[in-house]
């Protein structure tokens, strides 16, 4: 399975970045695909998460109504558009995807740098 993300970058407070991660290489159909992120010194927190099916989505309290996250199923590709960019949103985002309830695989990250 390779995922490819895409989008991060240097912004300033209050301005808005998109992610992408499309996956590819799997014979199954990929089930849950989220966001993860890890500022420096801090441990990985999950941002955001959406199901296959109904497009069920899960939102980290801090980020919730600011960082919709967005599925195109026949791309295989997940979107998370961040608006209102905080200092403290500055991290490596990283893509998962579950392909089964036991089995996931992880992007290589991308940088989101925001500067105040």
């Known amino acids: 399975v390779q995922l490819v993300e895409s989008g991060g970058g240097l912004v300033q407070a209050g301005d808005s970045l998109r992610l992408s991660c499309a996956a590819s290489g799997s014979t199954f159909s990929f089930n849950s695909m989220g966001w993860h992120r890890q500022a420096p010194g801090n441990e990985l927190e999950v941002v955001a998460f959406i199901t296959s099916d109904v497009g069920h989505s899960n939102y980290a309290d801090s980020v919730k109504c600011r960082f919709p996250i967005s599925r195109d199923n026949a791309k295989n590709t997940i979107y998370l558009q961040m608006n209102a960019l905080k200092p403290e949103g500055t991290a490596v985002y990283y893509c998962?995807?579950?392909?089964?309830?036991?089995?996931?695989?992880w992007g290589q990250g991308t940088q989101v740098t925001v500067s105040s």
């Open positions: 998962e995807v579950w392909i089964t309830p036991h089995e996931s695989y």
